[in-house]
């Protein structure tokens, strides 16, 4: 199955001077999403989850750096770039999973 995962960065918390007209929330500008898509075999193993991004090249995905990569990698997660302006899944990103 696919789902879209919408994220953004920020709290929603904001600090205006007392008396504002208009205050700006922080994350609420543009949003963010990826598809992920989650499958099960016929003998019920769980396969490895597939997180669409985005973007034409690898500087769309998660760095390497980013919290809980590590743990992502090692439950063999699968991160790729969507290769067009959208994150959606495509011919190209199923054959890769």
Known sequence: DQTQLVYAPGNRMTWAQTGSK?????GM?????????????ADG??????AIFQGKTKLSLPA???P???N???ARFK?????TK???SNQETMRAF
């Open 79 to 83: 991160f790729e770039f969507s290769g």
């Open 72 to 74: 992502a990698m090692k």
């Open 64 to 66: 390497t750096s980013s």
């Open 86 to 88: 959208t994150y959606w």
């Open 22 to 26: 208009q205050v700006a929330v922080v």
């Open 68 to 70: 809980n990569y590590d």
């Open 29 to 41: 500008d543009e949003k963010q999403a990826f598809t992920l898509l989650v499958s099960v075999a």
């Open 45 to 50: 193993t769980i396969l490895p989850f597939q």
